[in-house]
């Protein structure tokens, strides 16, 4: 018996249904928008290209620390907070993915049970796959849709500490560390890089015994961040203390979130950033593109298994065997 293929909805039934604020069609067109499928990257293209005057207008956070520190627990705190406001938002949390089935590991759903039931806030977990660091490949795309379909606030979940991080500030607003109090020495190098980029720094977990270490963590690294070069949006990051657990510090949290957009969108830093953050986005799918069809060309794929073969033997040099591909590809 013949498998009958689903059909495709036609465009203007999507952007119809986003714009409704219709949340089964908001998830089928981000099930789109992630299809690696030729004809469905072309019909993404044409969505996004018609929903792109209705995007824009959310605030896009992204919200990353180290393993252990709480995260899913701290956005459920957050996010219901921000919910309560009357605000809708989307938490798009990226999930680390089984190599062997290529599906998410952890389901954020799962672990955000009461955020998942609130009317004004929508999750949607991705899995992580083979995209850089982690981050979904089409969550620049998701995003947009989720800001067509109304979310006023937009949650950037990372896997954790690494490469993804650089990915993600590349693409929000407001970039938010959570931190632990007494991690220990070893995580010192990841915390540099990664606090550079943070606009505020939260340690969490600040309650029972973990109170005072919170508190000594917190006078530590605002003292280094006093030893960072000035940031070009003029804002000087914040360390602050809170508990997910018992809701406290969450307001103050989105009260800072609040307060540096204020300040970037007075300062004009905000529109700027954005501009930037559109034109790394098509570089960035230039690349990922090229790199694409590179991988699917008919000749590089007939070619490549000897020319790995002859550069694991050390009969190839790997510059030449790039090249030979290279050239292949061109033909």
Request: with cysteine; proline share 3%.
């Amino acid at each position: 018996m013949a498998i009958r293929r689903k059909k495709r909805l036609d465009i203007s039934q999507y952007v119809e249904g986003i714009l409704q604020q219709d949340r089964v069609r908001l998830s089928q067109a981000i099930t789109l928008v992630e299809s690696t499928l030729e004809e469905d990257r072309s019909l993404a293209r044409q969505l996004i290209e018609q929903l792109l005057p209705y995007t824009g207008k959310a605030v896009r956070i992204g919200i990353t620390g180290v393993p252990g520190v709480g995260k899913s627990t701290f956005i459920e705190a957050l996010g219901e907070y921000i919910a309560q406001q009357g605000k809708k938002l989307a938490v798009l949390a990226v999930d680390p993915s089984s190599q062997r089935s290529r599906g998410s590991i952890m389901g954020d759903k799962t672990r955000m049970e009461l955020l998942a039931a609130n009317q004004n806030a929508y999750i949607r977990p991705s899995p992580a796959g083979t995209s850089l660091g982690g981050v979904a490949s089409r969550t620049r795309e998701t995003m947009l849709l989720c800001e067509a379909a109304g979310f006023e606030v937009i949650f950037i979940e990372t896997v954790g500490v690494g490469q993804s991080e650089t990915v993600v500030h590349g693409m929000v607003d407001f970039f938010l560390l959570l931190m632990l109090a007494g991690a220990g020495d070893e995580l010192q190098g990841i915390k540099k890089g990664i606090m550079e980029m943070a606009d505020v720094v939260a340690i969490t977990k600040a309650d029972g015994d973990n109170q005072q270490k919170a508190e000594f963590a917190k006078a530590e690294y605002q003292s280094a961040l006093h030893l960072f070069p000035p940031a070009a949006n003029g804002w000087f990051p914040k360390v602050v203390t809170c508990s997910a657990l018992h809701n406290e510090g969450i307001d103050h949290i989105w009260n800072l979130t609040n307060e540096y957009i204020e300040h970037t969108q007075q300062n004009k830093y905000f529109a700027e950033r954005r501009r930037e953050q559109n034109l790394r986005w098509m570089y960035e799918t230039i690349r990922q593109t090229l790199e694409e069809q590179f991988f699917h060309n008919k000749a590089v794929l007939e070619k490549l298994p000897q020319i790995t073969q002859q550069i694991n033997e050390g009969a190839l040099p790997p510059l030449t065997g790039a090249q030979v591909l290279l050239d292949l590809a061109k033909k």
